[in-house]
C-alpha cells in the first residue's frame, strides 16, 4: 500500500510541472503589458521600456520561463505581485479559507444530495421519482452557475430580502454561492450513480440475494452500493476540482473575497504572478485531492491492492 501511495505521489511533481509550464505560456502569450497597467497612460515609451526592463519582461521565453520553474520548484516561491508588491503566498493564503469553505460544502452537497437521488433513480427506474430525479439532473447540467448565481440573488436578495447579495459573515452568507456552485455536481452525481446502481443492480450476486430473503435496503447498501462505489467516487473527485473551478466564477458574482476573486482582479490589471499561482495552488489541491481518491480506490477495490502486493511478492521472488 505504500508503494502505491509513493508511487501516486511522485506522479503529481510532473503533473505539477506540466501546469507550471502551460500557464506560464498561456500568460506569455496573453495580450497587454504589466508594465503599462502599472505606470498608467501617462507613461513615456523610455519610462515604459525601464519598467519592463526591470521586471525581466523584455528576456526571451525560454529564459524567462527557466527563472520561473526555478524561482517555483527549487526556490518554493511564488514570486510577489506586480500590483501589491506583496508575496503572491501570502495573498492565497489569506484568501484559501473562503475558497475551501465554498469548495468542501459542495462536495458534501454534492455526495449527500446527488447519491441518494441517483440511488432512488435507479431503484425506481422509469417511474415517477426516476423521472424527476432525471429531470434535476438535466437541469443541473444544463444551467450555467453564474447564470443561477445571478437569477438566486435577484429572487433571495432583492426581491425576497432572505439572504445578503454579497460579501463574507456567517453562515447565510454561503448559502447561495453553495447551492450555484454545487448544482451542477449534485446533477452529475446523480446521474453517475444511477448508470452505476442500474449496472450492478441487473448483476447475479445482487438477483441471488434478493433471493435469499434479503431486505430491499440490505441488498442495496450492502451488496449493491460498494461494488458500484468506483465510478462514484470518480465523480466525486471530479466534482472537486469542478467546485474549485467553479469559485472563480461565484467569488466574483458574490463578492467573496477568495482565491477566485483574488486571480480575477489580477487578470484585469494583467498581475501574472498571482494569475499563475493562484493556478498553481489550485492545481496542487486537485492533485492531492485525486491522490486520495486513488487511496479510496485501494480500500474499497481489493483488486488495486492484489496487484500491489503482487508485484512486491514477485519483486522478491526476483530478488
Same mark, same amino acid.
Request: charged share 15%; glycine share 10%; aromatic share 10%.
Given at each position: 500500500?505504500?508503494?502505491?501511495?509513493?508511487?501516486? *505521489?511522485?506522479?503529481?511533481?510532473?503533473?505539477?510541472?506540466?501546469?507550471?509550464?502551460?500557464?506560464?505560456?498561456?500568460?506569455?502569450?496573453?495580450? $497587454?503589458?504589466?508594465? /503599462?497597467?502599472?505606470?498608467?497612460?501617462?507613461?513615456?515609451?523610455?519610462?515604459?521600456?525601464?519598467?519592463?526592463?526591470?521586471?525581466?519582461?523584455?528576456?526571451?521565453?525560454?529564459?524567462?520561463?527557466?527563472?520561473?520553474?526555478?524561482? +517555483? &520548484?527549487? #526556490?518554493?516561491?511564488?514570486? #510577489?505581485?506586480?500590483?501589491?508588491?506583496?508575496? +503572491?503566498? #501570502?495573498?492565497?493564503?489569506?484568501?484559501?479559507?473562503?475558497?475551501?469553505?465554498?469548495?468542501?460544502?459542495?462536495?458534501?452537497?454534492?455526495?449527500? !444530495?446527488?447519491?441518494?437521488?441517483?440511488?432512488?433513480?435507479? =431503484?425506481?427506474?422509469?417511474?415517477?421519482?426516476?423521472?424527476?430525479?432525471? &429531470?434535476?439532473?438535466?437541469? %443541473?447540467?444544463?444551467?450555467?452557475?453564474?447564470?443561477?448565481?445571478?437569477?438566486?440573488? +435577484?429572487?433571495?436578495?432583492?426581491?425576497?430580502?432572505?439572504?445578503? /447579495?454579497?460579501?463574507?459573515?456567517?453562515?447565510?452568507?454561503?448559502?447561495?454561492?453553495?447551492?450555484?456552485?454545487?448544482?451542477?455536481?449534485?446533477? =452529475?452525481?446523480?446521474?453517475?450513480?444511477?448508470?452505476?446502481?442500474?449496472?450492478?443492480?441487473?448483476?447475479?450476486?445482487?438477483?441471488?440475494?434478493?433471493?435469499?430473503?434479503?431486505?430491499?435496503?440490505?441488498? *442495496? *447498501?450492502?451488496?449493491?452500493?460498494?461494488?458500484?462505489?468506483?465510478?462514484?467516487? =470518480?465523480?466525486?473527485?471530479?466534482?472537486?476540482?469542478?467546485?474549485?473551478?467553479?469559485?472563480?466564477?461565484?467569488?466574483?458574482?458574490?463578492?467573496?473575497? %477568495?482565491?477566485?476573486?483574488?486571480?480575477?482582479?489580477?487578470?484585469?490589471?494583467?498581475?501574472?504572478?498571482? !494569475?499563475?499561482?493562484?493556478?498553481?495552488?489550485? $492545481?496542487?489541491?486537485?492533485?492531492?485531492?485525486?491522490?486520495? !481518491?486513488?487511496?479510496?480506490? /485501494?480500500?474499497?477495490?481489493?483488486?488495486?491492492?492484489?496487484?500491489?502486493?503482487?508485484?512486491?511478492?514477485?519483486?522478491?521472488?526476483?530478488?
Amino acid at each position: 500500500m505504500s508503494r502505491f501511495i509513493i508511487k501516486r *505521489l511522485l506522479w503529481t511533481i510532473p503533473v505539477m510541472l506540466g501546469i507550471a509550464i502551460l500557464i506560464f505560456s498561456i500568460m506569455y502569450v496573453c495580450p $497587454g503589458d504589466p508594465a /503599462a497597467s502599472l505606470l498608467g497612460n501617462g507613461a513615456t515609451q523610455v519610462e515604459l521600456q525601464a519598467k519592463r526592463e526591470e521586471m525581466g519582461l523584455n528576456d526571451p521565453y525560454l529564459i524567462r520561463l527557466g527563472r520561473y520553474l526555478k524561482q +517555483v &520548484f527549487i #526556490d518554493f516561491d511564488l514570486g #510577489d505581485s506586480y500590483m501589491y508588491g506583496t508575496p +503572491v503566498i #501570502d495573498g492565497l493564503l489569506a484568501r484559501m479559507k473562503y475558497t475551501l469553505i465554498i469548495a468542501f460544502t459542495c462536495m458534501g452537497l454534492q455526495i449527500l !444530495v446527488g447519491t441518494p437521488l441517483g440511488i432512488i433513480a435507479a =431503484t425506481h427506474r422509469n417511474g415517477l421519482a426516476d423521472r424527476f430525479c432525471m &429531470f434535476i439532473a438535466l437541469l %443541473g447540467v444544463s444551467i450555467p452557475a453564474f447564470w443561477l448565481a445571478l437569477m438566486m440573488v +435577484v429572487a433571495f436578495a432583492v426581491n425576497l430580502n432572505w439572504l445578503p /447579495a454579497y460579501g463574507v459573515g456567517g453562515i447565510e452568507f454561503y448559502i447561495m454561492p453553495c447551492l450555484a456552485n454545487c448544482f451542477a455536481g449534485i446533477a =452529475t452525481q446523480a446521474r453517475q450513480t444511477r448508470s452505476s446502481m442500474l449496472e450492478v443492480i441487473r448483476s447475479d450476486y445482487v438477483v441471488t440475494a434478493q433471493a435469499k430473503g434479503l431486505s430491499k435496503n440490505e441488498v *442495496l *447498501l450492502k451488496h449493491a452500493l460498494p461494488n458500484a462505489l468506483i465510478p462514484i467516487i =470518480t465523480i466525486v473527485g471530479n466534482g472537486m476540482g469542478m467546485m474549485l473551478g467553479g469559485t472563480v466564477v461565484i467569488e466574483n458574482v458574490f463578492s467573496i473575497p %477568495g482565491v477566485g476573486n483574488y486571480m480575477m482582479s489580477a487578470i484585469g490589471s494583467r498581475d501574472y504572478p498571482i !494569475v499563475m499561482g493562484g493556478v498553481l495552488i489550485l $492545481g496542487l489541491l486537485f492533485s492531492l485531492i485525486m491522490l486520495l !481518491v486513488d487511496i479510496v480506490y /485501494a480500500f474499497i477495490d481489493p483488486r488495486i491492492k492484489a496487484q500491489y502486493e503482487g508485484q512486491q511478492r514477485r519483486k522478491k521472488h526476483a530478488a
